[in-house]
């Protein structure tokens, strides 16, 4: 076999080995592909299993949350109870108390009904005096309204008489009272709180008139003490002062311009 034989039966395996191994890559590729695929489907599911055990952690969280609140639950409601039992025993002591004083009160009341006579057992006459202080009030209330309707009918009389007197005093001088004569149906004396006497009331407004009116208008002023008259020359306007300059008083004369000279 010649040098060329040779030569193209080894360009014929190298064609052969080359296919082999482009087959082989092939193939190698594909199952990188495989790979690449199982690998990122194994992620996702890497990830899929963290979520999970995300959420079942914060479930777990929360079973734990309820479980502390559940056991504060339970220690309230014991302690609840124990606050109860405790209330329900000093409640009984109260009314084992309470029933105690009440046979002591009723005991004492008792005894004090027995001794001052205000119980059940009193004797009739206390139960007939007793009937009795009413109608004894009533009679004493009366007696004092009638002693007040004569002093209201006394005091009505004095001020019937003082008016009498007071319109027959215009026309004449009234006569002085005497001291020394007799209260009449048995009137006791002047108190001060009748009044004062008729020596010592305030004079009459009606005397003299013309001299009231005189004094009010000196108090007004209608009669030129408060300057309304202009008889003090505080206006000015009658040229005393010098104010308005009307006298030449001032120095403000008018004067005449001097004549020019020719």
Known sequence: MSAAGEAFADAEEAKELATE????ATHLEEDAADQ????????????????ELQALTQEVEEVKDEAERLKQDAEAAAQE????EAAAKEKEELAETAKAK???????????DK?????????ANDTQKAAE????EGANNAEEGSEDSYDESEEEEEEVDESASESEGKGKPRAQPQNDAPPRRGRPAASPRRGRAPSERAPDRDRGNHAYRGEREAR???????????????????GRDGRDGRDGRDGWREMRPRERRR
């Open 81 to 84: 109870a124990t606050d109860a």
């Open 220 to 238: 007004d002023g209608h009669d030129g003490r408060d300057g309304r008259d202009r008889r003090d020359g505080r206006d000015g306007r009658d």
């Open 102 to 112: 009440g046979e002591e009160n009723a005991a004492a009341l008792a005894e004090f």
């Open 36 to 51: 690449a695929a199982k690998a990122e489907k194994l992620q996702e599911q890497i990830e899929a299993k963290k979520r």
């Open 21 to 24: 191994k482009r087959e082989k």
């Open 115 to 123: 001794k001052y006579g205000m119980g059940p057992e009193a004797p």
């Open 133 to 136: 202080a009413p109608a004894k």
